[in-house]
């Protein structure tokens, strides 16, 4: 075990700047659509059809397309993701007939055992079923108690997870249904940390608050710990002894939605406790600080991930929620510095759609920043080309230059519209529906992914999976219509795209000050890292440049 003393030298200085606003008031009031909005929402929903019907034809009952092959995957064990996870976009764009089909379907799924001899993720099972279950419950108007029943049966299923060792607060990641047993091993934040969200609201539902002392004292724990930068925790958590697992910090894969949960967490509750809220405000005023650089060409704005204290520049499709949820958060803490550094986000991560030549954005990127080398690897002739062109590069060498149908960029571009009214915000989500339905239908009628967003004719990933359809197309139908439909005042949305009723903003989240963890920063070494930690794309060991 190794002791790190904590850096006192960090300048929090971002909570000083505030706006004159009403906290919780995500949304711009007002906001009007123009009259092409009706016409490329038509197209998203004609898009979710098409490839709704090509899981029904090829895949029913199983959990997700092979859009290519014409056939099926049950990464999920088995219990229909796209059905239950597509539940609310259905009911959200008026498909009334799949809708009550996948009600139908629900009341059989047995969750009480998995449909293949595999374990079942928590993170994933709470943010996909659960979730996708309990936003059905409340968006079909709270009538179908059967959803309840469900989201119940397989969380009790889950709630094992925490019953390893005594007095356990963290989660294991994964478990056995056959015999309810955890598999023990170090989990990661985002998993540990994204569950609280959808289980407090089945406590809503059913009366019991065990869902919610769970999930929330796994949040209390990790918030608690001393990490490496204020509010910043790394990826890597060990759940049997309470301790991080390295020191690796990212707002992406590993570590995203447990950052994002801490400021969802208090606008769906409205909890009193400022735990979540200034934990948040301490990670995004660390990450402005220490982790957030411009790129040489384009100063666009992007956040490194930081490696016991050398920065990576290292972007990616995961992390391009943040923009979004910067957003959300600054209008919560009446932040402004925040919303623009959101919105600066959002505009860095869109610059990797508009500079591809499909128009659509690669799973990892990286960017050259004013400070000195640390970790990107030397940049090839053809790579720096693009670079100088576009502000950050892509490779399939070291980095994956694939779309696996991912929403997070479609997703900040949401907030931004809905935050500002700006139309160019419109403007770019229709190049992405154009885009996607260019490139990605199948003649199965399914949507596939790409090996590489530079190049059309690298072929297909076959997979169709359910984020496709929580997800994707949600965003994109959502910025096309009504502003007043699932308005972000209303409703605060899961990790997956679930929206859930908000109760009435507060007059404001958080004390005004980030949150201050007093103490060493503790690390366990010598465990496996979780299988994202530290960012698998990096080359190692890392080249020496020659020049810059």
């Not at 997956?496 to 690390?523: M, R």
Request: glycine residues 8%; negative net charge; charged residues 15%.
């Amino acid at each position: 075990m190794v002791q790190f003393s904590r850096p006192l030298k960090l300048v929090l200085a971002v909570s000083a700047c505030v706006v004159p606003a009403l906290a919780g008031q995500v949304q711009l009031s007002n906001l009007q659509l123009p009259p092409s909005a009706a016409v490329t929402q038509a197209t998203v929903k004609e898009m979710f059809v098409d490839s709704y019907n090509a899981y029904r034809t090829y895949a029913w009952g199983h959990d997700d397309l092979l859009p290519v092959s014409a056939s099926f995957t049950d990464g999920r064990n088995g219990w229909g993701a796209s059905i239950v996870d597509g539940m609310a976009t259905m009911y959200i764009m008026g498909l009334d007939d799949f809708f009550n089909e996948a009600l139908n379907f629900t009341q059989f799924i047995n969750f009480n055992e998995s449909q293949v001899v595999e374990t079942v993720s928590i993170f994933e099972t709470s943010i996909r079923y659960v979730g996708g279950l309990l936003s059905a419950y409340e968006l079909s108007g709270k009538q179908h108690q059967i959803l309840v029943d469900k989201a119940k049966e397989v969380a009790d299923k889950m709630a094992y997870a925490w019953q390893t060792f005594p007095g356990q607060t963290i989660p294991f990641g994964e478990i056995w249904f056959s015999d309810n047993t955890a598999v023990v091993d170090t989990s990661n934040i985002a998993e540990a940390g994204t569950l609280d969200i959808e289980w407090s609201r089945l406590s809503l539902y059913t009366g019991n608050d065990t869902y919610t002392k769970l999930t929330e004292g796994s949040v209390r724990a990790i918030a608690n710990l001393v990490t490496p930068l204020p509010g910043l925790a790394p990826q890597g958590i060990d759940p049997s002894s309470n301790t991080f697992v390295g020191d690796y910090l990212t707002w992406g894969g590993g570590s995203d939605s447990y950052f994002e949960y801490l400021i969802k967490y208090p606008r769906v509750t409205n909890t009193d406790d400022n735990l979540f809220a200034d934990t948040w405000h301490a990670a995004v005023d660390s990450s402005i600080s220490a982790m957030a650089r411009k790129s040489t060409v384009g100063n666009y704005t992007y956040i490194a991930d930081w490696d016991e204290g050398e920065l990576i520049h290292v972007g990616s499709h995961l992390e391009c929620f943040h923009g979004g949820n910067w957003i959300f958060g600054g209008h919560l803490l009446n932040n402004q510095t925040i919303i623009d550094y959101g919105l600066e986000l959002v505009a860095a991560c869109w610059n990797t759609y508009a500079s591809t030549s499909t128009g659509i954005g690669p799973e990892v990127f990286y960017f050259l920043a004013n400070d000195q080398w640390n970790g990107n690897g030397v940049p090839s002739k053809d790579e720096l080309t693009f670079y100088n062109e576009h502000g950050f590069w892509i490779t399939g060498k070291i980095s994956p230059s694939d779309y696996i149908l991912r929403p997070e960029v479609l997703e900040s571009n949401f907030y931004a519209w809905r935050s500002t009214g700006d139309t160019k915000y419109l403007d770019r989500a229709a190049s992405a529906v154009e885009s996607l339905k260019k490139y990605l239908p199948q003649p199965s009628g399914g949507y596939a992914g790409l090996n590489d967003v530079d190049n059309p004719s690298a072929g297909f990933i076959d997979d169709q999976e359910s984020f496709w359809f929580a997800e994707v197309l949600k965003y994109l139908y959502l910025t096309f219509d009504d502003p007043e439909h699932i308005s972000l005042n209303d409703y605060v949305l899961n990790t997956e795209g679930q929206p859930f009723e908000a109760p009435a903003a507060k007059d404001v989240y958080g004390s005004g000050q980030p949150a201050i963890v007093l103490g060493q920063f503790v690390s366990k070494t010598g465990l496996p890292l979780p299988a994202i930690s530290p960012n698998k794309y990096l080359p190692s060991p890392l080249p020496t440049p020659t020049s810059s």
